[in-house]
């Protein structure tokens, strides 16, 4: 984990993300925290659970964009899921305890890709050296002929005859590497080098090359696995992959594909999966981020006119989780006592008042966001890293044609976005996307016809292409 301050893990938020201060902060502290928890004495350890936070606001505000920044900036296990999707256990759907092994899989091919980055260089010289056998194998007596581990196809070998007169597309000092007797292991260490030489100098790239690779084998009853067979101790893949091991099969690739599929199977060979399971669930229970998106759709009591398998009975199996328990995943137990959970939902309906008294009291934290109006549109518009009008200049700049948006232009934008808000449903930031594109139609779809030309965004244009639909208030609900 990155050791970010409070204040330091605000102005990256800052970035991307425009006001929400009282979020941003709430999200901080509880990220430093959890560094501050690490360097406690280890009884107290333990004894320090995670504040859960809860972030009301309407949507189109940013809450999901600052819990998904606040994991890329603690480069931990980072889970976003719809909390409207799960079902009460029983029932048909997901239950709850899926989100914690979708979790621990993130993890673990997280841990994995660092640990292939770790070995790249050793897996990246056994590549080579499975190159080089490929093209030039070394030539035996029958009675001392080996298994050969990937035999060379005759099209992979290089011949010095065919080279001479011509049959090989090969560059200049190619045609010198000899084939090597027997006898001859000096010559052939020394056309080895030769050949090591071109292959580092990129000069063999283009030649084409005969490898084999392994199928990968994926049982048919993998598609059950969403609901319940997941849960099995059993992992039904290694079973039937045990059963019916994979096929290889030979493909035909350029030499320096060849080199990238080749070096990922000796990562993959020289990674040790057992520690790479180890860190992944240490990292899972120690620094793992789940964000429940749309927890207001769950919040409310038992219905009426029978069970209701997405509200009540949810927020039950939810319960446990949040407290901390002992998860059966198929990387084993996992303990979810120091996870850190951050709740978001609109509340338009419901308020958070409604959710059982049990799962209120393991969110501790309430930070409302606040409703976007013009001024936060303008800014929203033009100074993020990842801004809207940034984006559409580059897609357009592919064209080559160059946008230019006066600031009267992104004045009349924002205003526009922020009366269409006002007079029909509240979306916030994702109404600049509907107004952006719906600006921008006729420039995208002849953007192939104007090449190289320079077209400038003002007040006048804006008002041209959108004013009539945005005083149409019936229209604007259908197109805006």
């Known amino acids: 984990m990155q050791t970010f301050t409070p204040r330091e893990i605000v102005s990256e938020l800052d970035r991307y993300i425009i006001g929400q201060n009282k979020a941003k902060r709430a999200v901080a502290i509880a990220l430093r925290n959890r560094w501050r928890r690490m360097r406690v004495p280890e009884e107290l350890k333990d004894e320090i659970a995670p504040k ?12 999901t964009e600052i819990a998904r920044r606040l994991a ?99 560059p200049g000092n190619e045609a010198e590497i000899l084939q090597p007797k027997v006898e001859d292991t000096d010559t052939y260490d020394k056309t080895r080098e030769k050949l090591k030489k071109l292959l580092r100098e990129g000069k063999l790239d283009e030649r084409p090359l005969e490898i084999e690779t392994r199928e990968k084998n994926t049982p048919m009853v993998e598609i059950f696995s969403a609901s319940g067979i997941e849960e099995m101790d059993i992992n039904i893949k290694d079973m039937f992959g045990n059963l019916f091991p994979g096929k290889t099969k030979t493909k035909k690739v350029l030499v320096k594909d060849a080199r990238n599929i080749i070096a990922t199977e000796e990562a993959q060979r020289l990674v040790d999966m057992d520690k790479v399971v180890s860190l992944a669930v240490k990292k899972v229970e120690e620094t793992g981020i789940i964000f429940l998106d749309e927890i207001d759709k769950i919040a409310g009591r038992e219905s009426a006119h029978g069970p209701d398998v997405s509200r009540e009975g949810v927020q039950r199996d939810i319960l446990p989780i949040v407290e901390g328990s002992s998860i059966n995943t198929k990387y084993g137990i996992v303990k979810t006592d120091h996870i850190l959970f951050i709740a978001a939902g609109a509340f338009h309906v419901s308020k958070p008042s409604d959710l059982i008294p049990e799962l209120q009291g393991r969110f501790p934290l309430r930070v409302e966001l606040d409703s976007l109006d013009k001024d936060d549109f303008v800014k929203i518009l033009t100074e993020p890293k990842n801004a809207l009008v940034t984006q559409y200049v580059a897609l357009m700049e592919t064209e080559t044609v160059t946008l230019e948006f006066k ?51 003002d007040r006048a244009y804006v008002q041209e292409k959108l004013k009539d639909i945005v005083e149409d208030q019936d229209l604007s609900k259908y197109i805006l």
């Open 72 to 170: 890329k900036l603690s480069q931990a296990p980072f889970l976003k899921v719809e909390a409207s999707k799960f079902t009460e256990v029983g029932y048909v759907g997901r239950d709850v305890e899926s989100m914690i092994r979708d979790l621990v899989e993130l993890s673990v091919n997280m841990v994995k890709e660092e640990e292939m980055e770790n070995v790249k260089v050793k897996a990246d010289e056994l590549a080579e050296e499975r190159i080089l056998d490929l093209l030039l194998p070394r030539r035996v007596t029958p009675d001392e002929q080996p298994e050969p581990k990937f035999p060379p196809t005759d099209s992979n070998v290089l011949d010095f005859d065919r080279a001479k007169t011509g049959r090989h597309d090969i």
């Open 407 to 457: 600031k009267d232009a992104i004045d009349e934008i924002a205003q526009m976005a922020a009366q269409v808000n006002e007079r029909s449903e509240n979306i916030g930031a994702r109404r600049l996307h509907t107004i952006l594109e719906k600006l921008l139609d006729e420039i995208s779809f002849k953007a192939p016809e104007l090449s190289k030309k320079k077209i400038k965004i």
């Open 52 to 63: 859960n936070i809860i972030m009301i606001g309407p949507t189109g505000v940013g809450k």
